[in-house]
């Protein structure tokens, strides 16, 4: 008696909490409202990027050297640093360039590794590291970047006014946007730093026979602040302080540099000019708008800090901007503009992605009031926005950004969420009409029914998503928020179609009249006896004809594979991207006079194009949208014989083409306007998507002599551009410059009394202005630094070396000078502009973009005689592919392994739910079917293999499954209620024919807007589309002919009714 009625308070128990879960709508509305609520505010609140900023622990080390040659900052700064670096834990790769003044050297650890572990682990080997410098080396400078670490916005200032006041307002805006906690740093381009100028005039030094030597120890001697303790007078205790430090222009200009014989002071001023001036130009910034005439200015290019949300502090940098105009330190006559804003286009694709998952929901919808009642399509239709809602808010609380993937990843999952809606709605009007139930017995049944089936295909299609989160790499992290964004959307679907749905149904589906049979039920169920009479007549007929279809499938399935053999593979196709850099490089000896003459045609030409918003013109410096991966952080990117471009397109609507196809055009444009120039090369950077906006085609050559790497890169690149397709080819190194090599006579300098330290020093204070200082300015003001250079007539006012070695004098202790041609021999060499190295070895990187051909099928030409070279290189020289071929390997190795995973999850679950492992083989048959659609369609329309296609696979393998598993479960019922195999088979197919092609349609309407949008997510689209449209289609006539193959007849019985799920 006792457990008869525990068992029934258990039932009662059970039941209360059925009701309350699935009828009653307390709980229902709190969920609503908790869903709406939270997913506005998420929405409002999430930090908002066009793609995801990858915290991939990446940095750059720059370390100073003045005045130190190339190869000289190759043996002493990098090789130490690299030494101390290599074998670092997680380090993925180690390059640098060496050049004259600086080592540059980029760290990139694994993905995977913690960004603050790496950090720390890097900051400890370069103090080890550093140990080794020469002391005249500055401290290390480590910068973490991104990876794509281009500006977020970019302003010019420009206007009339003096030379020292511009750049001393430029400097106090750089300070305070630097001071904000988002800024990492700001780029400034034309920008010409204020600075104390001594420069000394050889005459005078001749006359009074005063060592320049001489003139830059007292500077350095007398330029000195110090403490010099406390002094305690019984009284109090003072403290000392030595105040010589110069901070006013008189007092430099009147510092005692030497006594003559005659005991006259000879002070700064008699042997130098002393001021206060702009430091030499070294590179200028013209823009121009709407075709109008370049302006010239200083471009200042803010760029953020890893994990700030782009959008606020673009806006906080306005505001800051606009409230700076109104301070007493902005002076009249200063304008600003706006020339480029990362957040307008992060506007501009938020709303094309925006807009094209509300036409895919509208879209659904319209198919879901033909495939239900308006009331039941109300209702599965609103279930879709609030799912997104739901999936806005548990991504916010942890801490991911609003991105394009998470979008893509919710139109991803639209089509797969539609199915459980439609399911229980259709349930529920079973119940309701059909059956005659009320609605709290509709709701509990509906609930009964379709619960676990719905449960087992929701299952399977986010256990084929969810190993997507596993690829490695920066690719696999890049899209690693689409799978996330998909499989939250799945869990809470189902959550919703059962908890929301159902309950709040009653508000619509309570008092509703009994329809009559639609237009489209009257159809789909005449398409369905049609169809299974059909199968019964043909694909069912024997177990003979079953296997010929089966047969029949696998031998189109093994064909499709050969023809998608025959695609070429990339790792992503071309997006649409309005930025655009174009980089002008002249001979390696150009003045910056000659770069301008070229700039000012080219810039005549671009500034005209109808398709540009606007054009900035950088003479002197590459773009900075030119430098858009961490490689190109280590090369020449500012150097007198250097023009950039950066060139913004019109929005997509008002113009012809995508972006990148313009590069052609302009391509002819420039080589036609600087036909006459001898030596010039143009290179164009297009921004077309994807996660990194590196050159795709990169081969790397290393050997211990840059000579012969460089003999072998001018042998290679002749042949790389013979391919049709191939278009910028160059390496990293660049043209070799002119080196005058000097050579110091050891005796010559004994002779003369000069010691070999003065005379480097002597011929160094004649040919640079090096700092040797820092003049002070009061408050927390920066100080200036001091530079010191010699005054050569025949430069006129231009600051540098005479223009003939004829006119460097040396001093001897004595006072005698001495011409510097009788101390030196010297030797005109071609040297490298810098010294590049790959994992620690020196290395070329030969780089090349590609248009109309893929990086595999160049690299398929290329190998048979690159391979033939090798054999005759020396030992120690090597080639390797880098780039697209480097990350593809690692991407699709990754992303494969992940489908194979998926597969067998998917299989586990499958044999555990339908305790068979014959059932589960029929179940992923469904795969080869699907594909035979996706390889075929690539194969008509020519579409490359590419990663996103990848993840449209790996997507679709979770949708036809589920498609194949509500038909076995409907064949399983049938056979359970007695009826015989074949006719089982046919009624399963049939009677699953009108859901399976409204789940098919749903999908393919939602991702067909994306696909048509951009063509960076095409692939990825029409594979699901492709595939789906072959499976939907076969599989109603190969996956009951399987079924037959793997199952034993049934001794035929009284067949009773069996209501299958819908």
């Given at each position: 008696?006792?457990?008869?009625?525990?068992?029934?308070?258990?039932?009662?128990?059970?039941?209360?909490?059925?009701?309350?879960?699935?009828?009653?709508?307390?709980?229902?509305?709190?969920?609503?409202?908790?869903?709406?609520?939270?997913?506005?505010?998420?929405?409002?609140?999430?930090?908002?990027?066009?793609?995801?900023?990858?915290?991939?622990?990446?940095?750059?080390?720059?370390?100073?050297?003045?005045?130190?040659?190339?190869?000289?900052?190759?043996?002493?700064?990098?090789?130490?640093?690299?030494?101390?670096?290599?074998?670092?834990?997680?380090?993925?790769?180690?390059?640098?360039?060496?050049?004259?003044?600086?080592?540059?050297?980029?760290?990139?650890?694994?993905?995977?590794?913690?960004?603050?572990?790496?950090?720390?682990?890097?900051?400890?080997?370069?103090?080890?590291?550093?140990?080794?410098?020469?002391?005249?080396?500055?401290?290390?400078?480590?910068?973490?970047?991104?990876?794509?670490?281009?500006?977020?916005?970019?302003?010019?200032?420009?206007?009339?006014?003096?030379?020292?006041?511009?750049?001393?307002?430029?400097?106090?805006?750089?300070?305070?946007?630097?001071?904000?906690?988002?800024?990492?740093?700001?780029?400034?381009?034309?920008?010409?730093?204020?600075?104390?100028?001594?420069?000394?005039?050889?005459?005078?030094?001749?006359?009074?026979?005063?060592?320049?030597?001489?003139?830059?120890?007292?500077?350095?001697?007398?330029?000195?602040?110090?403490?010099?303790?406390?002094?305690?007078?019984?009284?109090?205790?003072?403290?000392?302080?030595?105040?010589?430090?110069?901070?006013?222009?008189?007092?430099?200009?009147?510092?005692?540099?030497?006594?003559?014989?005659?005991?006259?002071?000879?002070?700064?001023?008699?042997?130098?000019?002393?001021?206060?001036?702009?430091?030499?130009?070294?590179?200028?910034?013209?823009?121009?708008?709407?075709?109008?005439?370049?302006?010239?200015?200083?471009?200042?290019?803010?760029?953020?800090?890893?994990?700030?949300?782009?959008?606020?502090?673009?806006?906080?940098?306005?505001?800051?901007?606009?409230?700076?105009?109104?301070?007493?330190?902005?002076?009249?006559?200063?304008?600003?503009?706006?020339?480029?804003?990362?957040?307008?286009?992060?506007?501009?694709?938020?709303?094309?992605?925006?807009?094209?998952?509300w036409q895919a929901m509208l879209a659904v919808f319209i198919i879901l009031m033909v495939l239900l009642t308006w009331r039941e399509a109300l209702i599965a239709g609103a279930a879709i926005p609030l799912t997104f809602l739901g999936a806005l808010m548990i991504l916010g609380l942890f801490g991911y950004t609003l991105n394009t993937m998470m979008i893509i990843g919710m139109v991803?999952?639209?089509?797969?969420?539609?199915?459980?809606?439609?399911?229980?709605?259709?349930?529920?009007?079973?119940?309701?009409?059909?059956?005659?139930?009320?609605?709290?017995?509709?709701?509990?049944?509906?609930?009964?029914?379709?619960?676990?089936?719905?449960?087992?295909?929701?299952?399977?299609?986010?256990?084929?998503?969810?190993?997507?989160?596993?690829?490695?790499?920066?690719?696999?992290?890049?899209?690693?928020?689409?799978?996330?964004?998909?499989?939250?959307?799945?869990?809470?679907?189902?959550?919703?179609?059962?908890?929301?749905?159902?309950?709040?149904?009653?508000?619509?589906?309570?008092?509703?009249?009994?329809?009559?049979?639609?237009?489209?039920?009257?159809?789909?169920?005449?398409?369905?006896?049609?169809?299974?009479?059909?199968?019964?007549?043909?694909?069912?007929?024997?177990?003979?004809?079953?296997?010929?279809?089966?047969?029949?499938?696998?031998?189109?399935?093994?064909?499709?594979?050969?023809?998608?053999?025959?695609?070429?593979?990339?790792?992503?196709?071309?997006?649409?991207?309005?930025?655009?850099?174009?980089?002008?490089?002249?001979?390696?000896?150009?003045?910056?006079?000659?770069?301008?003459?070229v700039a000012e045609r080219a810039g005549e030409y671009l500034a005209t194009r109808p398709y540009f918003e606007n054009v900035t013109m950088y003479v002197g410096k590459k773009s900075p949208r030119a430098i858009s991966s961490i490689s190109d952080q280590l090369l020449l990117n500012e150097n007198p014989n250097l023009v950039g471009f950066s060139a913004l397109f019109v929005p997509?609507?008002?113009?012809?083409?995508?972006?990148?196809?313009?590069?052609?055009?302009?391509?002819?444009?420039?080589?036609?306007?600087?036909?006459?120039?001898?030596?010039?090369?143009?290179?164009?950077?297009?921004?077309?998507?994807?996660?990194?906006?590196?050159?795709?085609?990169?081969?790397?050559?290393?050997?211990?002599?840059m000579a012969q790497l460089s003999a072998y890169a001018s042998e290679l690149q002749p042949q790389l551009a013979t391919i049709n397709g191939v278009t910028d080819v160059r390496n990293n190194l660049g043209a070799w410059q002119s080196q005058v090599r000097l050579t110091a006579d050891r005796e010559a300098l004994n002779f003369h009394g000069i010691t070999e330290q003065d005379f480097?020093?002597?011929?160094?204070?004649?040919?640079?202005?090096?700092?040797?200082?820092?003049?002070?300015?009061?408050?927390?003001?920066?100080?200036?630094?001091?530079?010191?250079?010699?005054?050569?007539?025949?430069?006129?006012?231009?600051?540098?070396?005479?223009?003939?070695?004829?006119?460097?004098?040396?001093?001897?202790?004595?006072?005698?000078?001495?011409?510097?041609?009788?101390?030196?021999?010297?030797?005109?060499?071609?040297?490298?502009?810098?010294?590049?190295?790959?994992?620690?070895?020196?290395?070329?990187?030969?780089?090349?973009?590609?248009?109309?051909?893929?990086?595999?099928?160049?690299?398929?030409?290329?190998?048979?005689?690159?391979?033939?070279?090798?054999?005759?290189?020396?030992?120690?020289?090597?080639?390797?592919?880098?780039?697209?071929?480097?990350?593809?390997?690692?991407?699709?190795?990754?992303?494969?392994?992940?489908?194979?995973?998926?597969?067998?999850?998917?299989?586990?679950?499958?044999?555990?739910?339908?305790?068979?492992?014959?059932?589960?083989?029929?179940?992923?048959?469904?795969?080869?079917?699907?594909?035979?659609?996706?390889?075929?369609?690539?194969?008509?329309?020519?579409?490359?293999?590419?990663?996103?296609?990848?993840?449209?696979?790996?997507?679709?393998?979770?949708?036809?499954?589920?498609?194949?598993?509500?038909?076995?479960?409907?064949?399983?019922?049938?056979?359970?209620?007695?009826?015989?195999?074949?006719?089982?088979?046919?009624?399963?197919?049939?009677?699953?024919?009108?859901?399976?092609?409204?789940?098919?349609?749903?999908?393919?309407?939602?991702?067909?807007?994306?696909?048509?949008?951009?063509?960076?997510?095409?692939?990825?689209?029409?594979?699901?589309?492709?595939?789906?449209?072959?499976?939907?289609?076969?599989?109603?006539?190969?996956?009951?002919?399987?079924?037959?193959?793997?199952?034993?007849?049934?001794?035929?019985?009284?067949?009773?009714?069996?209501?299958?799920?819908?």
């Open positions: 008696m006792a457990v008869r009625y525990a068992l029934s308070e258990r039932l009662m128990i059970k039941g209360r909490l059925a009701y309350k879960l699935f009828v009653d709508k307390v709980i229902s509305t709190l969920l609503l409202a908790i869903l709406l609520v939270g997913g506005i505010l998420a929405y409002s609140g999430m930090l908002k990027e066009n793609y995801p900023d990858l915290e991939i622990p990446q940095a750059i080390i720059t370390v100073e050297w003045p005045g130190a040659a190339a190869e000289q900052v190759e043996k002493e700064v990098t090789k130490p640093l690299e030494d101390a670096l290599n074998g670092l834990q997680g380090l993925k790769k180690l390059q640098s360039g060496s050049q004259f003044s600086y080592a540059v050297i980029a760290v990139e650890f694994k993905s995977d590794e913690p960004m603050s572990e790496a950090m720390q682990r890097l900051r400890a080997k370069v103090d080890e590291g550093k140990a080794e410098f020469p002391g005249a080396v500055k401290t290390p400078l480590i910068e973490q970047v991104s990876v794509n670490d281009t500006p977020v916005i970019e302003f010019m200032l420009y206007g009339s006014l003096d030379d020292t006041g511009f750049s001393q307002v430029v400097k106090t805006i750089e300070k305070r946007l630097e001071a904000m906690s988002g800024v990492k740093k700001v780029d400034k381009g034309g920008y010409r730093e204020t600075v104390v100028h001594v420069r000394m005039l050889p005459d005078r030094l001749r006359s009074l026979k005063i060592s320049p030597s001489l003139v830059r120890q007292r500077i350095e001697e007398a330029n000195l602040d110090t403490s010099w303790g406390e002094y305690d007078d019984g009284n109090r205790i003072h403290r000392l302080y030595l105040a010589g430090r110069f901070d006013d222009i008189k007092t430099l200009q009147q510092l005692p540099v030497a006594r003559l014989s005659d005991n006259r002071l000879v002070r700064l001023e008699e042997v130098a000019l002393v001021y206060k001036g702009l430091d030499k130009v070294k590179s200028e910034t013209y823009f121009s708008e709407l075709g109008e005439p370049f302006t010239q200015g200083v471009s200042l290019g803010v760029k953020k800090r890893p994990g700030v949300d782009t959008i606020t502090l673009i806006n906080e940098v306005k505001t800051a901007m606009a409230d700076y105009q109104t301070q007493g330190f902005w002076p009249e006559g200063l304008k600003v503009q706006i020339i480029s804003d990362e957040s307008a286009l992060i506007d501009e694709s938020f709303a094309n992605v925006f807009g094209n998952i991803l999952a639209l089509g797969m969420l539609v199915d459980v809606f439609i399911l229980v709605m259709e349930g529920m009007h079973d119940n309701l009409y059909s059956k005659r139930l009320r609605f709290q017995d509709a709701a509990l049944a509906t609930v009964k029914t379709y619960a676990m089936p719905a449960f087992s295909g929701q299952l399977t299609t986010i256990l084929a998503m969810a190993p997507m989160m596993a690829i490695g790499g920066v690719d696999g992290k890049f899209i690693r928020l689409i799978p996330i964004t998909a499989v939250l959307c799945l869990v809470l679907s189902y959550l919703i179609a059962f908890l929301i749905c159902i309950p709040l149904s009653q508000y619509l589906l309570r008092n509703a009249k009994e329809t009559q049979m639609s237009t489209v039920d009257t159809l789909t169920q005449a398409a369905g006896q049609a169809l299974q009479r059909w199968l019964g007549r043909f694909a069912l007929r024997s177990r003979r004809q079953s296997g010929a279809w089966v047969a029949g499938s696998m031998l189109v399935w093994v064909i499709s594979i050969g023809l998608m053999s025959t695609l070429p593979s990339l790792l992503y196709p071309k997006g649409d991207g309005r930025n655009l850099a174009i980089t002008i490089e002249l001979g390696p000896n150009a003045t910056l006079a000659q770069s301008r003459a997509k609507h008002a113009r012809e083409q995508l972006a990148y196809e313009y590069v052609p055009e302009l391509r002819t444009g420039l080589n036609e306007a600087l036909a006459d120039v001898a030596g010039v090369t143009v290179l164009f950077t297009p921004e077309v998507g994807g996660s990194s906006n590196d050159d795709p085609l990169q081969i790397v050559l290393s050997g211990p002599d480097a020093s002597q011929l160094r204070l004649a040919m640079e202005a090096d700092e040797y200082g820092k003049f002070k300015l009061a408050g927390t003001e920066d100080d200036l630094k001091i530079r010191l250079s010699t005054y050569w007539e025949s430069r006129d006012e231009d600051i540098g070396g005479p223009k003939s070695h004829a006119e460097i004098s040396l001093f001897t202790p004595s006072g005698e000078l001495v011409p510097g041609g009788n101390l030196v021999e010297y030797e005109i060499d071609a040297v490298p502009p810098l010294y590049t190295h790959a994992q620690t070895q020196r290395a070329i990187t030969i780089k090349a973009k590609v248009d109309g051909i893929t990086v595999g099928e160049v690299i398929s030409q290329l190998e048979p005689q690159l391979s033939a070279w090798q054999q005759n290189w020396p030992e120690g020289y090597h080639y390797n592919y880098a780039g697209e071929a480097e990350n593809a390997e690692e991407t699709y190795g990754s992303a494969g392994i992940v489908f194979v995973l998926a597969i067998m999850m998917v299989f586990a679950v499958l044999t555990l739910a339908l305790g068979s492992f014959k059932q589960p083989l029929v179940v992923l048959f469904t795969i080869p079917l699907a594909l035979i659609g996706t390889f075929t369609g690539f194969w008509v329309f020519q579409i490359p293999f590419s990663f996103p296609a990848m993840i449209g696979l790996i997507a679709l393998v979770g949708i036809v499954v589920n498609n194949a598993i509500v038909m076995l479960d409907t064949i399983n019922g049938h056979i359970k209620a007695g009826v015989v195999l074949r006719e089982a088979c046919a009624r399963g197919a049939a009677e699953r024919l009108r859901p399976i092609i409204g789940t098919s349609i749903t999908t393919i309407v939602g991702l067909v807007p994306l696909g048509l949008s951009d063509p960076t997510w095409f692939p990825l689209c029409f594979a699901i589309i492709f595939g789906l449209l072959a499976s939907t289609l076969v599989a109603m006539i190969v996956i009951p002919a399987m079924y037959m193959l793997v199952s034993r007849p049934v001794t035929e019985k009284p067949a009773q009714h069996y209501v299958g799920t819908n």
